[in-house]
């Protein structure tokens, strides 16, 4: 009947409601112990403590807002104190998330006890509206400005006692519950957001560290799993075909050296099978090469792109409208990122067409690639041992270069993936 976000912004409201007079009278607390104990420097450890007691509550809000408003906040980062008790005080004291922390409490209490109570009112009086004819009766009888006895709810000075007005009521109350209540829903929603992301959230300079921090360690992540690779894979089949080969061709040689193959046929043989080594350890570097710069990208960044999508069991529409040529760094991420995509959607989504969009935003080079498929893609969070599951690999080689991910995936499709990184634009 109603959208699931509908349900989860009214889930906030009404959980929060609790964690928010518990901050108020955390608040409440703070103020009356702190600011009276700050004048000696033990009352200023206390004061401090008190304060930045404020953390604990900004941090289960911040939780509930991303399990409930869909909204991830990244936490502000608070400086590493130095010295004894009375610096770490200090540093608290001093230290403007913190203070912002702070002030969520009481601005907290009041976004959230608004929003219950403007929820709830709205949800009781259009479920009341509907359900009148039941519960209207059991009201006692009133006498009217018309003299008459009347038993029934008034709206607008009108009482609510004949079939025909009751029907117009419970229509009121339908379109209240259906369309008023889920618009009031959102928009406090929204204003629950919003207070959150100021209030709660790191500032821009934090939010733009975190994310380089995180696209650093993205990066080092990513050169190191494929340095492995290549080693695991030059070490078990490359390698260890060139050690065959090399004892293939150690037989040949003391068979020729001690003349034990007279007619040549045992040597011939080992040869032979040599030079079929030589071949596959060939292919193999050349596949090796391959995943690390794939050939027809010398081509361009459409070339490579086509052939990507000639390769899927289903129709495949490709448009590049790039005027500038992307780095090299770009293409290989677009190429392997697309072909990902791809790879996903013939294995899961049962598609039987695609699209993939390439064109350049600005600074960025986006791509958005939309199936027809059963949809439910999404970005799962990584598995204990540390490896990612879903689409969260392509996240982690997109933060490497300060690439966004974006998915819409609602059950029974379609699917669009948007993914965009900056260009490095190359003449």
Same mark, same amino acid.
Not at 258 to 282: C, F, I, P
Not at 324 to 344: A, D, H, K
């Given at each position: 009947?109603?959208?699931?976000?509908t349900?989860?912004q009214?889930?906030?409201?009404?959980?929060?409601?609790p964690?928010?007079?518990g901050?108020?009278t955390?608040?409440?607390?703070?103020?009356?112990?702190g600011?009276?104990?700050?004048?000696t420097?033990?009352?200023?450890?206390?004061?401090?403590f008190?304060?930045?007691?404020?953390?604990?509550?900004?941090a289960?809000?911040r939780?509930m807002?991303a399990?409930?408003l869909g909204?991830?906040?990244?936490?502000?980062?608070?400086?590493?104190?130095?010295?004894?008790?009375?610096a770490?005080?200090t540093t608290?004291?001093?230290d403007?998330?913190?203070?912002r922390a702070?002030?969520?409490?009481?601005v907290?209490?009041?976004?959230?006890t608004?929003?219950?109570a403007?929820?709830?009112s709205v949800?009781?009086?259009?479920?009341?509206?509907?359900?009148?004819?039941?519960w209207?009766?059991?009201l006692p009888?009133?006498?009217?400005s018309?003299g008459?006895?009347?038993?029934?709810?008034?709206?607008?000075g009108?009482f609510?006692?004949?079939v025909?007005?009751?029907?117009?009521f419970?229509?009121?109350?339908l379109?209240v519950l259906?369309?008023?209540w889920?618009a009031?829903?959102?928009?406090l929603?929204s204003?629950?957001r919003a207070v959150?992301?100021s209030?709660?959230?790191a500032d821009?300079?934090?939010?733009?560290?975190a994310?380089?921090?995180?696209s650093?360690?993205?990066?080092v992540?990513?050169?190191d799993?494929?340095?492995?690779r290549?080693?695991?894979?030059l070490?078990d089949?490359?390698q260890?075909?060139?050690v065959?080969l090399?004892?293939t061709l150690?037989d040949?040689r003391?068979r020729?050296?001690?003349r034990?193959?007279?007619d040549g046929?045992?040597v011939?043989?080992?040869?032979?099978?040599?030079?079929?080594?030589?071949?596959?350890?060939l292919?193999?570097l050349r596949?090796l090469a391959?995943?690390?710069?794939p050939?027809?990208?010398?081509?361009?960044l459409?070339?490579?792109?086509?052939?990507a999508c000639?390769r899927?069991?289903?129709?495949v529409t490709?448009r590049?409208?790039?005027?500038?040529? =992307?780095? /090299?760094?770009?293409e @290989?991420?677009v190429?392997?990122g697309? *072909? #990902?995509?791809?790879?996903? &959607?013939?294995k899961h989504a049962?598609a039987?067409?695609?699209?993939v969009?390439?064109a350049?935003?600005?600074?960025?080079?986006?791509?958005?690639?939309v199936?027809?498929?059963?949809g439910?893609a999404?970005?799962?969070? =990584?598995? /204990?041992d540390?490896? @990612?599951?879903g689409?969260?690999?392509l *996240? #982690?080689?997109l933060r490497? &270069?300060?690439?966004?991910?974006?998915?819409?995936?609602p059950?029974g499709?379609?699917?669009?993936?948007r993914?965009a990184v900056?260009?490095?634009r190359?003449?």
């Amino acid at each position: 009947m109603f959208a699931a976000s509908t349900w989860r912004q009214f889930a906030f409201h009404a959980a929060h409601l609790p964690i928010a007079i518990g901050a108020v009278t955390w608040f409440a607390l703070a103020v009356g112990i702190g600011v009276p104990s700050a004048v000696t420097w033990f009352g200023l450890i206390v004061t401090a403590f008190l304060v930045g007691g404020s953390a604990w509550f900004a941090a289960v809000t911040r939780r509930m807002s991303a399990a409930l408003l869909g909204q991830e906040v990244v936490a502000p980062t608070m400086r590493q104190p130095r010295g004894g008790p009375l610096a770490r005080a200090t540093t608290r004291l001093t230290d403007g998330s913190t203070w912002r922390a702070f002030a969520y409490l009481v601005v907290g209490f009041v976004v959230t006890t608004a929003s219950f109570a403007i929820s709830v009112s709205v949800l009781v009086s259009a479920v009341g509206a509907l359900s009148h004819s039941v519960w209207g009766r059991f009201l006692p009888e009133q006498t009217g400005s018309d003299g008459l006895q009347h038993r029934g709810a008034q709206f607008l000075g009108v009482f609510v006692d004949t079939v025909p007005l009751q029907i117009a009521f419970a229509a009121v109350g339908l379109v209240v519950l259906v369309a008023v209540w889920p618009a009031v829903n959102h928009g406090l929603g929204s204003l629950q957001r919003a207070v959150i992301r100021s209030m709660l959230g790191a500032d821009p300079r934090q939010r733009r560290l975190a994310e380089v921090t995180a696209s650093r360690d993205a990066a080092v992540m990513d050169a190191d799993t494929t340095l492995r690779r290549i080693e695991r894979e030059l070490h078990d089949g490359t390698q260890a075909r060139l050690v065959g080969l090399a004892m293939t061709l150690g037989d040949a040689r003391d068979r020729l050296r001690n003349r034990q193959d007279a007619d040549g046929s045992g040597v011939d043989a080992l040869v032979a099978q040599a030079h079929a080594s030589t071949k596959e350890a060939l292919v193999e570097l050349r596949a090796l090469a391959r995943g690390i710069h794939p050939p027809v990208l010398d081509e361009g960044l459409e070339a490579g792109l086509a052939s990507a999508c000639s390769r899927t069991p289903f129709p495949v529409t490709l448009r590049v409208e790039l005027p500038v040529r =992307p780095s /090299p760094v770009v293409e @290989g991420i677009v190429y392997f990122g697309v *072909l #990902e995509l791809l790879t996903n &959607v013939s294995k899961h989504a049962g598609a039987t067409a695609a699209t993939v969009d390439v064109a350049s935003e600005g600074p960025e080079l986006v791509v958005t690639v939309v199936d027809d498929g059963v949809g439910g893609a999404h970005v799962s969070l =990584p598995r /204990p041992d540390g490896q @990612g599951t879903g689409l969260v690999g392509l *996240l #982690e080689r997109l933060r490497a &270069v300060d690439g966004t991910l974006e998915v819409e995936s609602p059950a029974g499709g379609p699917t669009t993936v948007r993914l965009a990184v900056p260009s490095g634009r190359s003449a």
